[in-house]
Structure formats: C-alpha cells, structure tokens
C-alpha cells in the first residue's frame, strides 16, 4: 500500500493550497484517512482526519480554515487550506487505516510528506 501526496508548496500569508493524497495497491478496505503536520522542532501534530463515510475533525488551529474530504472511488483524501498563515508553515504528511485483507486488523500508512511554506 502507497500513499502519494501533492500539492504544497509557497504561498503567501492569506493564500490558498489544496494538498491530494492517494493511496494504491491492494486492500480490502481504507478507514479514517487524515493529514498531520510538522513543523521544524516540533512534534507531529494532528490538523484533520475523516473517517470512512467521511465524518470530519479538526484541530482547534485550523477549524474555519481548512477543509477535508475524501473521494472513495479514487481512494483519495483532500485537504483545502484557506487564510493561510505563517504559523502553518510545515510538512504535512497524510495518513490512512488500511484493512489489507477482510480478516487483517486496521494499520496505519503514512504518506512521504510534502513542504507546505507560508510566508508573511
């Protein structure tokens, strides 16, 4: 199972990015899908997740502000970023449950990561 994320890049403070993550290979199923980020020194944080039927959540820091979404039929999970701010500066990694076969327990995958850079 791969995860391929796209879309960061260089914006300014107030800008907008849309960040794709897709996952391949052979599964049976997919569960929660989300995006984490890290800035430098920092832990990883958690931004959004959205579960199967697509319930989302957010981080306090971003609510109002970013949106997840996810496409079954392409096993793609979406994240829209609006009013972007410097502190958003980050690489964001995506990350998705995945039932490999109907008796295998749920495991996480994880995306490379791609550079989200905010500047003010």
């Known amino acids: 199972v791969q995860l391929q994320a796209s879309g960061g890049g260089l914006v300014q403070a107030g800008g907008s990015l849309r960040l794709s993550c897709a996952a391949s290979g052979s599964f049976f199923m997919i569960g929660d899908m989300g995006w984490y980020r890290q800035a430098p020194g920092k832990q990883r944080e958690l931004v959004a997740t959205?579960?199967?039927?697509?319930?989302?959540t957010y981080a306090d820091s971003v609510k109002g502000r970013f949106t997840i979404w996810r496409d079954n039929a392409v096993n793609t999970v979406y994240l829209q970023m609006n009013s972007l701010e410097p502190e958003d500066t980050a690489v964001y990694y995506c990350s998705a449950g995945v039932k490999r076969t109907l008796t295998t327990r749920l495991y996480p995958y994880w995306g490379q990561g791609t550079q989200v850079t905010v500047s003010s």
């Open positions: 959205t579960s199967s039927i697509g319930t989302p």
